[in-house]
């Protein structure tokens, strides 16, 4: 008798380990982060490293667009001048396009939204989105970079990788963008206590770790 009751009371006691293991969030299947930064911050960079070590989904409309340029698609034709400008592409059309990507994704596991949103508009666009979804932002990770430093890494960028908006002129575009339009996307998180800012200047490696040690 004492051992029917002993072997069925571990029974329970292994299936309500594995009830809760199950409850327990699993960093790869249900974080979606934005990450923050001027021109030049180290996104690009960071997100690479991030979606290697946590196979995030990777949207970065930036990319999307230089698809479409590059593939002189209608939205390509569309965006074209507007991008090598250096000026932001209007809200509607970003909207769409990255709710397009959205939806191409079903499955995605997690997001890793990297140059998006960079407006207020956009910001609140993505959050409708994510709650259509059953899910929401949970992470925004600003890389905290100075212009100066922006100015440099761009200037070494522009001798190798020869982005046409990565000139002079169209830089300063760039930057005056951000610092008049996308620099109010941080207000917007950090009201809603998700905004976590992580010193972007410095070793690679030791910015990625402060990230991952923010998203663990
Ligand atoms: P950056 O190095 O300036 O962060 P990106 O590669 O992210 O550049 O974007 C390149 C260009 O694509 C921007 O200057 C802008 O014209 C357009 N773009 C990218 N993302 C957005 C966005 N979220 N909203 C509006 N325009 C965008």
Not at 9 to 30: C, G, Y
Not at 52 to 72: A, E
């Amino acid at each position: 008798m004492f051992r029917i009751i002993a072997a069925n009371a571990t029974l329970a006691i292994v299936h309500l380990i594995i009830i809760l293991r199950s409850l327990k969030p699993k960093l790869t299947d249900m974080i979606n982060l934005v990450l923050f930064g001027p021109p030049g911050a180290g996104k690009g960079t960071q997100s690479e490293k991030l979606i290697s070590k946590y196979g995030f989904v990777h949207i970065s409309t930036g990319d999307l667009f230089r698809w479409h340029t590059k593939n002189d698609t209608a939205l390509g034709q569309q965006v074209k001048q507007i991008m090598n400008s250096g000026a932001l592409v209007p809200d509607e059309i970003t909207i769409a396009m990255l709710k397009e990507e959205l939806d191409k994704n079903p499955e995605a596991k997690g997001f890793l939204f990297d140059g998006f949103p960079r407006t207020v508009p956009q910001a609140e666009a993505l959050d409708s989105f994510m709650k259509e979804n059953g899910t929401a932002i949970h992470f925004v990770v600003a890389l905290d970079v100075t212009e100066e430093e922006v100015r440099n890494r761009i200037a070494k960028r522009r001798s190798i990788e020869n982005r046409v908006d990565d000139e002079e002129e169209k830089l300063n575009k760039r930057i005056t963008e951000y610092f008049s339009k996308t620099i109010h996307v941080l207000p917007y998180y950090r009201e809603q206590g998700r905004l976590n800012t992580v010193h972007g200047i410095g070793d690679i490696n030791e910015i990625f770790n402060n990230i991952c040690a923010l998203l663990n």
